[in-house]
């Protein structure tokens, strides 16, 4: 920038008036008038350097103090025009600091059940929703209960038809024992009454698991859930006939409380999960 201005301050002294130069050429006789006149033309020099340099050393003083507000944006803490960064200040807590291992696992129901009828007979009507939660003993289905209704009323007739004769054998061997002992009958007789009383209880014994048997068989027809979980899809339609224990199964039955989870963690987080548990825990 200097050298600038000084080529243009000599050019503009080549380009002085002619009267300047005539008055330097009369004077250089004069030793004295030289040195004036050198010294007047250093003082120009020197003016018109002012002149030049004063506005363009302005325009650079402000030009580098726009640079350096600029490059102040960008650095909090330093120039005028730095901008503040908010700080967040939270107190110290102590609490609890949750750890998370991801893995890949498989869900595993601990029960499933494949619900099949224990008696045979036609399916009559089907009380459960594919996709229902149940709870343990109600009831899913029931099959045609006819039959084993009139099983059971068999059974409970035989039963008292054998009560019935056991009774009379009772008063017999009772009226036996009187006339025995008067010693109007034989001991044979006696005994053979008293055989048929112990042949009619034993009779009776077995009505009874007769009964038993075709109230648990009738009970049967009406199917209910062994668990509480959730019912998968229904296999049997209502109107198809049942047989006992058959390979189909009328619905699957899944445990979802509790659950299994099974899953692969590296062996260096293995002491950190099971650290918590102690020996026995679920």
Excluded at 210 to 217: E, F, N, P
């Amino acid at each position: 920038m200097l050298v600038t201005h000084l080529c243009l301050l000599f050019s503009l002294l080549n380009e002085a008036p002619p009267v300047m130069v005539d008055l330097f050429m009369q004077s250089s006789g004069s030793r004295k008038s030289r040195r004036w006149l050198i010294s007047v033309l250093i003082l120009l020099v020197i003016v018109a350097l002012c002149w030049w340099l004063w506005p363009a050393s302005t325009l650079d003083k402000g030009a580098e103090s726009k640079r350096a507000g600029a490059s102040g944006m960008g650095r909090p803490g330093f120039g005028a025009s730095a901008i503040a960064v908010p700080v967040r200040v939270a107190p110290a807590t102590e609490g609890e600091f949750p750890i998370f291992y991801k893995a890949l696992g498989t869900v595993t129901a601990t029960n499933t059940i494949n619900v099949r009828s224990r008696v045979a007979g036609e399916l009559v009507k089907l009380y459960f929703q594919e996709g229902q939660k149940v709870k343990a003993g109600d009831l899913l289905a029931e099959i045609d209960p006819r039959s084993y209704q009139v099983a059971l009323q068999q059974a409970e007739g035989t039963l008292a038809t054998n009560q019935a004769l056991l009774k009379n054998a009772q008063l017999d061997v009772q009226r036996y024992r009187g006339l025995f002992a008067e010693d109007s009958i034989a001991k044979q007789t006696l005994d053979t009454a008293e055989s048929l009383v112990s042949q009619y209880q034993g009779t009776i014994k077995t009505n009874q698991a007769a009964v038993a048997d075709a109230k648990l068989s009738l009970d049967f027809t009406r199917i209910r859930a062994p668990i509480a979980g959730r019912v998968g899809l229904k296999q049997l339609d209502v109107g198809n006939l049942v047989a006992a224990n058959d390979t189909t199964a009328l619905v699957v039955i899944t445990q979802t409380q509790p659950i299994s989870v099974a899953f692969t963690l590296p062996e260096k987080d293995l002491s950190a999960v099971i650290s918590p548990f102690r020996p026995g825990d679920k």
